[in-house]
């Protein structure tokens, strides 16, 4: 059977125009060609403020590489940078690059580059998402002495895990100056290139032959766009696709073909009820949000959803270090849920739901299109939430409006340090806070947690910032899902050991050592 899929592959790309990308793939010898299915969240521009998708955060790792990397125990090691000193305070580190490293377009990268590439940051960013340098949360002086190859980064206030930080896929540097349309693609030092791109179709890489960590085995990359998952899973079968993130049902299919190597992956990617604190029934009703919290039944969604691959939430660190685990975890406890209604004055009607001040007491889930695990837990979550006497719907808009809708089944998580998916996401007025949460106490912890190098402190204060978030919460938590690759069984370098963060990420962080047999 594999010999039949790598044929037809080959006959299609010779003969037709290739449904990928709008981009005309020919037979070209033993040319080797991995075609990636993938979906894009962009606003029509490819750039490196872009949201952070499945397909573009792992089309950065083959093309824009940042000054430090996560190895494969998410340990920080120097990547583009050679070495680096940081002070008592840290909040000023001197940064040395690697000599004789180039763009792909063959400019040297120096460190007048690197500062061009940080204060372009500043300026770009996609309308409907954040800036990077608020996203990240990135404040800081930055200055070069090209003579030394080096940078200065100077930050307004302790920053423990700027380094960290610089791994972020959004931190890859690119070539400002070369670039007539930024919006149109970019220039890194990786190992792969763009080579053309079809808007809302795909993205072609072909790799890099002058990359300094030497040529990948490779030769092109297509990132085709496809928004559906159930339609990554029929190209899949068709050949039309070497490689996807499928849902854990689609996933089944493949389990006991050959022809295909299915990679059931941990991370760190939990789903929740995201509230939108800036609309007016959550300004009116906040206090009832535990009684949602306690009206989901988490094993039974991750049954019938994720098919028990994935366990249940209760915060966002439960896959990392500082994860402290004697916080309240909102058991299903539907009783718990009727009692807090009816302590804070709602009362049963006749239609089975409960009213406060004469309003029904419920809420509209939205859910991105495309995804159908979110759409399957939304669709659950609403009606475990009517069985307790509220009202809840689920509607999946063709966008998402952040600030009209009333709640979103969020996908968040990270495999970097706690503060990478914590003081962004839940601290007040945050680059990636979307739900207008906003707690004092929430504040402080992260901010002591973000200032200190010392792991005792720092434990501590997410420690405290958990117990803050479990009492005041900001999502109704769900659970951590499993990311379920599936790959034609000739593409080898895959590690399955690789913990992901969100949408999957992460799979192509060794893309330039995978091979195709």
């Given amino acids: 059977m594999k010999k039949t899929k790598r044929e037809l592959l080959v006959l299609a790309a010779a003969t037709t125009v290739a449904l ?17 299915g993938c979906q894009m ?26 000054l430090f990397k996560f190895d494969d125990n998410m340990e920080v090691i120097p990547w583009l940078a050679e070495s680096y000193e940081v002070n008592d305070e840290h909040t000023e580190w001197t940064i040395k690059l690697k000599d004789g490293i180039k763009f792909s377009d063959g400019c040297d990268l120096t460190p007048t580059k690197v500062k061009e590439y940080f204060d372009h940051m500043k300026e770009v960013g996609p309308s409907g998402s954040a800036k990077p340098e608020k996203y990240l949360e990135f404040e800081a002086e930055v200055t070069v002495d090209d003579d030394a190859n080096t940078i200065n980064i ?42 053309s791109w079809d808007e809302g ?52 299919a493949f389990a006991d073909d050959e022809a295909y190597t299915c990679y059931d992956m ?44 994935g366990m249940p939430a209760y915060g966002p660190l439960q896959r990392n270090i500082y ?53 399957d837990m939304a669709q659950i979550a609403a009606q475990e939430l009517k069985e307790i006497g509220m009202d809840v719907s689920v509607e999946i808009p063709a966008q998402t409006d952040w600030a009209g809708q009333m709640a979103f089944l969020i996908g968040w998580g990270s495999p970097f340090d706690a503060d ?9 007025d945050k680059g990636a806070n979307y739900s207008g949460y906003s707690n004092a106490d929430v504040d402080k912890y992260l901010t002591e947690a973000r200032q200190s190098a010392d792991p005792e402190v720092r434990a501590e204060a997410y420690a405290n910032f958990q117990k803050a978030l479990a009492e005041d919460p900001a999502y109704a938590m769900i659970c951590y899902i499993d990311a379920n690759y599936v790959a034609d069984s000739n593409i ?7 913990i992901m963060g969100h949408h999957g990420v992460g799979i192509f962080w060794n893309v330039a050592d995978w091979t195709i047999e």
């Fill in 266 to 309: 941990k991370t760190s990617d939990y789903r929740g009820i995201m509230f939108n604190f800036g609309n007016e029934y959550w300004q009116k009703n906040r206090d009832l949000i535990p009684a949602v919290c306690y009206g989901l039944d988490r094993q039974a969604i991750i049954d019938a959803v994720l098919l028990g691959q």
């Fill in 420 to 428: 990478d998916h914590t003081y962004k996401v839940f601290g007040t």
């Fill in 41 to 66: 969240y962009t606003d029509g521009c490819v750039n490196s403020a872009n949201d952070e998708s499945s397909g573009w955060n792992a089309m950065r790792y083959g093309i824009a590489e940042a």
């Fill in 323 to 375: 994860n402290y685990e004697d916080v309240e975890h909102y058991d299903y406890n539907p009783e718990k849920s009727k009692e807090i209604l009816e302590a804070a004055g709602c009362e049963m009607g006749d239609d089975g739901f409960y009213y406060r001040d004469g309003e029904k007491v419920g809420f509209v889930i939205s859910v991105s299109a495309g995804d159908q695990v979110r759409i």
């Fill in 154 to 195: 100077k930050t307004s206030k302790p920053y423990a895990n700027l380094v960290g930080q610089l791994c972020h896929p959004t931190m890859g540097i690119t070539d400002v100056e070369h670039i007539e349309n930024y919006d149109n693609g970019i220039i890194g030092t990786g190992p792969y290139k763009i080579e």
């Fill in 201 to 252: 179709q795909a993205i072609t890489l072909v790799k890099n032959e002058d990359y300094f960590k030497g040529e990948p085995s490779i030769d092109k990359i297509v990132f085709k766009i496809v928004p559906d998952d159930n339609a990554k899973a029929l190209q899949l079968k068709s050949g039309e696709l070497d490689l996807a993130l499928l849902t854990p049902k689609d996933a089944a």
């Fill in 492 to 498: 080898k370098g895959i590690d399955p050991d690789t």
């Fill in 20 to 36: 990928l990308m709008g981009v005309t793939v020919q037979a070209k010898g033993d040319e080797k060609v991995l075609n990636f």
